[in-house]
């Protein structure tokens, strides 16, 4: 089975600090993408970052990053000097390689950053 | 470029209607895939159309339908609404080639059936 899980349903930060949260995926496929998305109140999904699972090395995009670890199907996002505006859902999500753009979703975190 | 429109962005529907969502993706993208998030169930595949065809099917009654028009704007179909179809609708936008693979939503259409 193809799944994705998410163990921390809910968080929360101080403006400023650093937070970190936890995906595990399972898939039989060796080529996939994986992907963490963010959906604010207003509920528009929003791309924050992806990994290519060929790829060792672990995307950045600005303020955050993931660690991506293969063999343990984990894929973590950290998030660098929170700002109040980066209180959202986040979603972790994969895609298997190939004619198919189904993407597999966990059930998300809710993150609060706090001032 | 202007990214992807979704029309209408609410809807109250009544138990036995249909109901049809229109996506516009981003100029240039080929491929369209829908999704319904629900709280209970998270976020579910529909299906994907790329270049008209249906590439992909998830696991939803046939009461759910698409279709892709050759400007690749798409539309989803809702026949026969039951309770538990009220969920917000995303329609998400790609390039669809193999190289490519990340996807870009719409701000959705939420659905409410009574």
């Known amino acids: 089975a193809q799944t994705v899980t998410q163990s921390q349903p809910e968080m929360s930060v101080q403006e400023a600090e650093t937070v970190t949260l936890s995906c595990t995926y399972d898939?039989?496929?060796?080529?996939?993408?994986l992907f963490w998305y963010k959906q604010p109140p207003s509920r528009q999904m929003i791309l924050v970052i992806r990994q290519e699972a060929y790829k060792q090395q672990n995307a950045t995009e600005n303020r955050f990053s993931v660690n991506f670890q293969k063999a343990a199907k984990s894929f973590s996002l950290k998030i660098s000097d929170s700002q109040l505006g980066d209180t959202a859902m986040y979603f972790c999500a994969f895609i298997n390689a190939g004619n198919n753009r189904k993407l597999i979703w966990g059930l998300g975190t809710s993150l609060a950053v706090n001032p | 470029k202007a990214g992807v429109t979704q029309t209408p962005r609410y809807l109250i529907k009544t138990r036995g209607q249909q109901v049809t969502l229109s996506c516009s993706p981003i100029?240039?993208?080929?491929?369209v895939s829908w999704y319904q998030q629900t709280p209970g169930q998270g976020l579910q595949f529909l299906f994907e159309?790329?270049?008209?065809?249906?590439?992909n099917k998830g696991n939803f009654p046939g009461r759910f339908s698409g279709r892709q028009f050759s400007n690749s704007r798409s539309e989803m179909n809702v026949s026969t609404l039951e309770l538990g179809d009220s969920a917000l609708y995303l329609c998400?936008?790609?390039?669809?080639?193999?190289?490519?693979?990340?996807?870009?939503f719409g701000p959705g259409t939420r659905l409410t059936v009574t």
């Open positions: 998400a936008s790609s390039p669809g080639l193999t190289s490519n693979y990340e996807q870009y």
């Open positions: 100029s240039g993208h080929r491929s």
């Open positions: 159309y790329f270049s008209e065809t249906q590439r």
């Open positions: 898939t039989s496929e060796n080529n996939y993408y």
